[in-house]
């Protein structure tokens, strides 16, 4: 009797209709990812860093289609290295941390350039403003920790970052140049993204 149970349930398994693994959702970890970026003040280099960044995505290397990221950055986690400057990074003129709270980032295509090299095509919103933004990226991926850093450069005024009269008694430099490396680690939770 063992001996039939046992061949009828290596039949079963054998012919049972085979499911696809839940895709793998990637989580931030934020005490380990950083965004930093340097301008200039008074034409003096200077740079800062937002310190809280939150986020998950989905990557498949065989169907980079199906590719999704959304990451979240604290604007008041901006640090500039002084309590006085952050704080004045964050008023209305500036970051607008009262009204906008939240920078976001939506992933919306990626291209492979071979090497762990791609192309990420994405919306970046800070201060309610959007704006689409090609970023070349490097991706590594070992077991269940993803890695991936980047640079990328803008117009802070395409943000409406520094509009208004403290202009007047601070030259910030137009350009913004932002460095990143995010670790996510993964978790299979299904259709999350």
């Known amino acids: 009797m063992r001996a039939l149970m046992t061949a009828t349930l290596c039949t079963l398994a054998l012919f049972a209709p ?12 934020a005490a380990q990812s950083v ?4 301008y ?10 937002f310190t809280q ?20 950055i604290d604007v008041g986690s901006l640090d ?8 004045f990074a964050l008023s209305a003129e500036w970051f607008d941390a009262a009204n906008h709270p939240v920078a976001r980032y939506r992933l919306a295509a990626l291209t492979a350039l071979g090497d762990g090299r791609f192309e990420a095509l ?7 403003r959007l704006k689409v933004l090609r970023t070349p990226i490097t991706l590594a991926i ?5 890695t991936a850093s980047g640079e990328l450069a803008f117009d802070r005024r395409d943000f409406d970052v520094g509009a208004g009269p403290s202009s007047l008694f ?8 932002v460095r990143f490396t995010l670790v996510a680690e993964a978790a299979r939770l299904g259709n999350a993204l």
Do not use: C, H, Y
């Open 80 to 87: 500039l290295g002084d309590p006085i400057e952050s704080a």
């Open 122 to 128: 994405g919306d970046l919103t800070i201060k309610g």
């Open 18 to 29: 085979q499911t696809q693994a839940a895709p793998m959702l990637w989580r931030v970890n």
């Open 35 to 38: 965004i930093s970026f340097d």
């Open 170 to 177: 601070i030259s910030v430099g137009n350009a913004v140049s």
């Open 142 to 146: 070992s077991d269940d920790r993803a």
């Open 40 to 49: 200039a003040a008074n034409d003096i280099p200077a740079s800062g860093a």
């Open 53 to 72: 960044v939150s986020g998950e995505g989905r990557f498949d290397p065989d169907n980079l289609a199906a590719t999704r990221l959304e990451l979240l």
